[in-house]
């Protein structure tokens, strides 16, 4: 599933990956002369994501400043805490939202595994709770996201008809946006 997911979501760097063996050069990130006063963009999604999975099973995002502290990602001072405590903000308003929708209690992963013709399709699906598999994003949703959860909710019903849902943010207030699967 994962590598059906991989494909359709740039089926161009699946080729050069997978066909191929090429495995192209990421750019490097210069390194910073100066004191960070702000998150990096990557940081801020990275840790968003993080205290948010940590949120929806129950740990209080505010109880996470000495490990973000600790990682280094976090400006100095007061302004760390000020940035960390935006984004504990966003996190539990995120959190709260999902929650209305979705029963919390994660559900151990689902094991797919189904014959198709002359081909296998087989593997595992993290993100389930309650009995709906469930994706989310802090951020903007991109099309790579719609593609995961589509294939995702697709194998799934091949052995058992069940919703997914996939959070994420929209608009230019940034709205939270839902979108609802189901056969």
């Known amino acids: 599933?994962?590598?059906?997911?991989?494909?359709?979501?740039?089926?161009?760097?699946?080729f050069v990956r997978r066909r191929l063996g090429i495995e192209l050069p990421r750019d490097r990130e210069k390194t910073e002369?100066?004191?960070?006063?702000?998150?990096?963009?990557l940081d801020r999604y990275s840790l968003e994501q993080?205290?948010?999975?940590?949120?929806?099973?129950?740990?209080?995002?505010?109880?996470?400043?000495?490990?973000v502290r600790a990682s280094g990602v976090l400006p100095?001072?007061?302004?760390?805490?000020?940035?960390?405590g935006e984004l504990c903000g966003n996190v539990t308003e995120f959190a709260d939202t999902i929650r209305q929708q979705v029963a919390a209690q994660a559900q151990p992963a689902s094991v797919i595994s189904a014959e198709i013709e002359n081909f296998t399709l087989s593997g595992?699906?993290?993100r389930i709770r309650g009995d709906t598999l469930l994706?989310?994003?802090l951020t903007r949703l991109k099309t790579k996201d719609f593609v995961r959860i589509w294939i995702?909710?697709?194998?799934?019903?091949?052995t058992e008809q069940k919703p997914a849902l996939l959070?994420?943010?929209?608009?230019?207030?940034?709205?939270?946006?839902?979108?609802v699967i189901d056969l």
Do not use: C, M
């Open 1 to 14: 599933i994962g590598r059906l997911i991989e494909f359709f979501s740039h089926p161009a760097k699946f």
């Open 33 to 41: 002369d100066r004191e960070p006063f702000d998150l990096h963009s």
């Open 50 to 67: 993080q205290l948010l999975d940590d949120a929806l099973d129950g740990v209080e995002p505010g109880s996470a400043l000495d490990w």
């Open 76 to 84: 100095s001072g007061g302004t760390g805490g000020v940035i960390f």
């Open 124 to 126: 595992r699906l993290d």
């Open 135 to 137: 994706h989310y994003r």
């Open 152 to 158: 995702e909710h697709l194998a799934r019903n091949l």
């Open 167 to 179: 959070f994420g943010k929209e608009g230019e207030g940034n709205e939270v946006w839902v979108a």
